[in-house]
């Protein structure tokens, strides 16, 4: 995973490979979980602009997750 950045560098057919870390089905509902609660924790808050306005997205789904909040 440390040397995928060397397939951009090869070019031809290896320019257009993406790899991702895979999560266990477990992983995934967690993430799935978190995700759904921070959505109805944002638009509980009477102050925040809508949902669409941000983009949420789980980070560190392997140790520690946590929901992180993107402006779009």
């Given at each position: 995973?440390?040397?995928?950045r060397n397939l951009k560098q090869v070019g031809g057919t290896y320019s257009k490979i993406s790899v991702a870390h895979d999560l266990?089905?477990?992983q995934r509902e967690?993430?799935?979980e978190l995700l759904e609660k921070a959505k109805?924790?944002?638009e509980s808050l009477p102050e925040?602009?809508?949902v669409g306005n941000y983009r949420f997205i789980v980070v560190?789904?392997?140790k520690r997750?946590?929901?992180i909040k993107l402006k779009c």
């Amino acid at each position: 995973m440390q040397n995928l950045r060397n397939l951009k560098q090869v070019g031809g057919t290896y320019s257009k490979i993406s790899v991702a870390h895979d999560l266990t089905p477990k992983q995934r509902e967690t993430a799935r979980e978190l995700l759904e609660k921070a959505k109805k924790e944002y638009e509980s808050l009477p102050e925040e602009p809508a949902v669409g306005n941000y983009r949420f997205i789980v980070v560190g789904a392997h140790k520690r997750p946590r929901v992180i909040k993107l402006k779009c």
